[in-house]
């Protein structure tokens, strides 16, 4: 199956806070299925961050596609921090990935 996992501030090992979504992530690999997880390139929470220029970039971590969607950076409590969560919701809108999602057998969506 084809698993699409999305969650803005799902925390990835190395850059600080890995937590459940990851753990998810790499269970339902471990099980054989093709795992997408998507998040935000910034995110507060993390001690370190993913800089990337581009609308998106996927990288392969432990098994898991990791696709990182270029967001603003922000202070947790400020405007900005709303404008990074429209930026993951127009990337979200990205034709290329589109077509990479629209033959998912799940999606699940956290906050």
């Given at each position: 199956m084809k698993i699409i996992y999305v969650h803005q501030y799902a925390g990835i090992p190395n850059q600080g806070k890995s937590g459940r979504?990851?753990?998810?992530c790499t269970q339902f690999a471990a099980m054989g299925h093709e795992v997408y997880l998507v998040t935000s390139a910034y995110s507060h929470l993390r001690i370190t961050?993913?800089?990337?220029?581009?609308?998106?970039?996927?990288?392969?971590?432990d098994g898991i596609n990791v696709v990182f969607i270029n967001c603003?950076?922000?202070?947790?409590?400020?405007?900005?921090?709303?404008?990074?969560?429209?930026?993951f919701g127009?990337?979200?809108?990205?034709?290329?990935?589109?077509?990479?999602?629209?033959?998912?057998?799940?999606?699940i969506?956290?906050?």
């Open positions: 979504v990851f753990s998810f961050n993913k800089l990337i220029s581009d609308p998106f970039e996927i990288q392969i971590i603003r950076e922000y202070s947790p409590k400020s405007v900005s921090r709303i404008l990074s969560s429209l930026d127009r990337g979200l809108k990205n034709n290329q990935l589109e077509s990479c999602f629209s033959s998912a057998d799940w999606v969506e956290g906050s």
